[in-house]
């Protein structure tokens, strides 16, 4: 199946199954692939793929809670400023898959504890290492972030390639201070990301309600812009 | 070839493209691709690709310069605060050369969204809040959108090898849309997230590092360094 198609089939969890579960030496695999193919600025990966496996049921409600608690304080927060006059007041079921899987993947930010021998003789001649220190995190955010997509669009299309399926949220509060329930996550939330084998997909409970022809996304020309 | 050897194997940085012009239908079917394949929260895609094409030197010059510029900052800086106890005195990292001299030069952007696909206008009549279509809320969304931006370039990046071309990408730039703006790129309406160039390599970085014999040297982080199991 070429790479197109493979990623085609791609589609966001409604609900994993709770009783199969990809092996655990498959999921490893895929991460070593992974990590073996994407790229990052300096070779350093300021980042961490914190891994909760199908044990960690406890673990994974408090990263929903996140998800959550952030969703609904941005409604809270768009009818205070005047953006909406009411909320949805109810919880997202989309974000059930953060919840419920057989892995769920949190990224974080990670300070750098030193470069490769290569980057270490460029520091010495002057290069300044901003991965290093941690009052340089939020200003690399951004690039941690764009690293954070080369690395889960790998793992997703490694994954496709076994049959896991995949989802992903980015809502959840970005402040770390807001984290303090959540010990590995020492600096800023960047992503989670959640593998199974689908029970049910979200573009289902769509078809089902007669709306899928309506979650359309941009056209092209809106998106690129050939100057 | 597989995903993961076609990855591993043709991906490089690229340090000197050659003249050739690669056909532009092989990039905009890449580009394409990308688009079709890359999942957006809420179906916005709230970002926007500037494509430099091969008569636009001089903005790629401009392009550069912000790339040099931005890293002279960085060094300077710290050793204002005291990170630091030289610079490298302004001279360009030579791996940036692929910003300036290139077939092809992509830029992406945040941008703002002017309207939600109809299921999403729904939910937004329902009470829910589309970050993506406020420009007050871009840098607020700034991380999640650079998460796609990221998404987009590795399905860009499979499409770009499987189309026989190469690509590498550079994320030092000055992030303020002003200082482009003040450079005559006046289409840019939102700070820069990632530039990725296209073409057909003459010489990649590893040929140098090789040729100096510290390619053994620039190697990743251990992979338990990254990916912690709990």
């Known amino acids: 199946m070429s790479t197109f198609d493979l990623l085609e089939k791609r589609r966001h969890i409604r609900k994993y199954k709770t009783d199969q579960h990809p092996k655990l030496g498959v999921i490893r695999q895929l991460l070593w692939k992974t990590w073996k193919t994407t790229p990052s600025k300096n070779n350093f990966m300021p980042y961490y793929c914190h891994v909760l496996g199908p044990d960690k049921i406890k673990e994974k409600e408090l990263i929903w809670n996140k998800s959550v608690a952030n969703h609904t304080s941005m409604e809270d927060k768009a009818v205070q400023d005047g953006y909406n006059t009411k909320v949805q007041g109810f919880t997202n079921p989309y974000y059930e898959h953060i919840k419920f899987n057989s892995y769920l993947l949190v990224f974080s930010s990670r300070v750098c504890d030193k470069p490769n021998p290569y980057y270490?003789?460029?520091?010495?001649?002057?290069?300044?290492?901003?991965?290093?220190?941690?009052?340089?995190?939020?200003?690399?955010?951004?690039?941690?972030?764009?690293?954070?997509?080369?690395?889960?669009?790998?793992?997703?299309?490694?994954?496709?390639e076994e049959g896991?399926?995949?989802?992903?949220?980015?809502?959840?509060?970005?402040?770390?201070?807001?984290?303090?329930?959540?010990?590995?996550?020492?600096?800023r939330p960047l992503l989670f990301m959640s593998l199974g084998y689908a029970d049910r997909y979200r573009y289902e409970d769509l078809e089902e309600n007669g709306e899928l022809q309506d979650d359309i996304k941009p056209e092209i020309n809106e998106v690129i812009k050939w100057l | 070839m597989n995903t993961f050897d076609l990855l591993e194997t043709k991906r490089h940085h690229v340090k000197t493209y050659k003249d050739q012009i690669p056909p532009k239908e092989l990039i905009k079917d890449a580009l394409w691709k990308a688009w079709k394949t890359t999942p957006s929260k809420n179906n916005f895609m709230a970002y926007q690709i500037d494509i430099y094409g091969p008569n636009m030197q001089k903005?790629?010059?401009k392009l550069w310069e912000l790339a040099v510029k931005n890293h002279i900052n960085a060094e300077e800086q710290a050793?204002?605060?005291?990170?630091?106890?030289?610079?490298?005195?302004?001279?360009?990292?030579?791996?940036?050369?692929?910003?300036?001299?290139?077939?092809?030069?992509?830029?992406?952007?945040g941008r703002v969204c002017k309207k939600a696909n109809p299921f999403y206008?729904?939910?937004?009549?329902?009470?829910?809040?589309?970050?993506?279509?406020y420009e007050e809320y871009v840098s607020h969304i700034h991380g999640s959108t650079c998460v796609e931006v990221g998404i987009f370039a590795a399905n860009l990046t499979m499409y770009l090898l499987e189309n026989k071309l190469d690509m590498s990408y550079n994320s030092c730039f000055i992030r303020d849309k002003k200082v482009w703006q003040d450079k005559g790129l006046f289409w840019v309406k939102?700070?820069?997230?990632?530039?990725?160039?296209?073409?057909?390599?003459?010489?990649?970085?590893?040929?140098?590092?090789?040729?100096?014999?510290?390619?053994d040297d620039d190697y990743k982080p251990e992979m338990n360094e990254v990916i912690r199991w709990l």
């Open chain 1, 164 to 187: 896991i399926d995949v989802s992903y949220t980015s809502c959840f509060p970005r402040d770390v201070s807001k984290w303090d329930d959540i010990p590995y996550v020492k600096y």
């Open chain 2, 79 to 109: 050793v204002e605060k005291g990170l630091a106890d030289k610079t490298q005195e302004g001279k360009p990292n030579p791996f940036y050369e692929h910003i300036k001299y290139n077939p092809y030069l992509i830029c992406f952007h």
């Open chain 2, 190 to 215: 939102q700070d820069p997230i990632l530039m990725i160039s296209i073409g057909y390599a003459k010489r990649y970085r590893k040929q140098e590092l090789e040729k100096w014999g510290v390619l």
């Open chain 2, 121 to 133: 206008q729904r939910q937004i009549d329902t009470g829910h809040f589309a970050d993506q279509m």
């Open chain 1, 120 to 160: 270490e003789r460029q520091i010495k001649t002057g290069h300044f290492a901003e991965q290093l220190y941690p009052e340089w995190v939020e200003r690399i955010a951004d690039t941690a972030c764009v690293e954070v997509g080369l690395f889960v669009s790998n793992m997703t299309m490694f994954c496709m």
């Open chain 2, 59 to 61: 903005e790629k010059d």
